[in-house]
């Protein structure tokens, strides 16, 4: 986060926003500055993302279903809004610790003790890092003690939108992401990198919530996907993993998702088109939270 950091001051913080004699590297400086940052940055993917998905990926014949709630996706925006800036105060934290040097990312290349190759596998760990750490925070969410203070709120919306992607309670959506800021403070990893990650991470979050259940046959029982993450919303605690399927085989919570076996949502949808002013036997079943 310093090379944001470190461009926002000499382009635009340094020169028109704060006082010629307050230093850069003044901590409560940094700690301001990180928390605009982070909030803007934040706002930028969720709406500039979220958006694009929503419009050109995200199937609109889906807020016909049952399950899907009056308002929601006013009520989807309305609260990731309310949740982000809380979300990003023991973020910034993270940053700032990150930024004063307490953290293994590092800038050159030459830096890696394994070169191009050492940034590719820090990349691949990366993701197997934190899709274990997601999938058991995420499976501690849903236990009673919880479930209903933190994680329920996410699961309002059953046929979630792009927009549902960072609507979380502030402790679940912090909670969750911890992995990703854990990561750099455990192993080293090029700072460039870690800003395309982060980026990637946000859309991938928002890409298993769009309802677009599309993926290789040969990946579909090894990617996390949107019909496996829709399943999830569905049937509650199945499907807990974040990029792959990997933790939830080890813990026994894997679910084959019901739209590649033609009950899905979609499905629904089809038939009941089909049977027109003819109700089936109601929505498919979920389990009561």
């Known amino acids: ?7 926002a001051d000499r382009h635009l913080l340094t020169p028109y926003v704060y006082p010629a004699g307050w230093p850069e590297g003044e901590p409560c400086r940094q ?3 990180l928390f605009v940052i982070t909030n803007l940055g934040a706002l930028a993917l ?16 889906l807020k016909k279903h049952p399950q899907f709630l009056e308002n929601q996706v006013r009520r989807e925006i309305v609260y990731a809004l309310r949740s982000l800036p809380w979300i990003s105060v023991p973020t910034v934290a993270l940053f700032f610790a990150e930024v004063r040097g307490y953290s293994k990312l590092y ?3 030459e830096d890696s003790p394994y070169g191009w190759s050492g940034v590719f596998l820090s990349m691949l760990s990366f993701l197997f890092f934190t899709d ?21 709120p996410h699961h309002l919306w059953k046929i979630a939108t792009p927009f549902a992607s960072h609507a979380f309670h502030p402790v679940d959506g912090f909670m969750q992401s911890l992995p ?11 700072k460039v990198t870690y800003l395309g990650l982060y980026i990637f991470v946000n859309v991938w979050t928002i890409s298993i919530h769009d309802g677009d259940y599309r993926v290789p046959r040969l990946l579909r029982h090894i990617i996390n996907g949107s019909a496996h993450h829709t399943d999830h ?13 990997l933790w939830d085989k080890i813990g026994g919570s894997y679910k084959s998702p019901t739209a590649f ?15 027109g002013p003819g109700v089936p036997d109601g929505p498919p079943a979920t389990k009561t939270e």
């Not at 986060?1 to 461009?7: E, F, G, I, R, S």
């Not at 990703?180 to 090029?190: A, I, N, S, T």
């Not at 033609?262 to 629904?268: E, M, Q, T």
């Open 132 to 152: 274990m750490g997601i999938y058991w925070i995420h499976r501690a969410l849903h236990h009673k003690l919880l479930y209903k203070r933190f994680h329920k």
């Open 261 to 275: 076996e033609g009950k899905g949502p979609h499905d629904y949808l089809r038939k009941l088109r089909e049977k």
């Open 107 to 109: 800038d050159n290349i």
């Open 233 to 245: 919303h569905l049937y509650f605690d199945y499907n807990y993993g974040q990029y792959f399927t």
């Open 31 to 33: 700690l301001l500055s």
């Open 46 to 61: 969720y709406l500039l993302f979220g958006t694009l998905s929503y419009y050109f990926i995200f199937d609109h014949e």
């Open 180 to 190: 990703y800021h854990v990561y750099p403070f455990l192993f080293p990893l090029h």
């Open 1 to 7: 986060m310093d090379l944001v950091l470190d461009a």
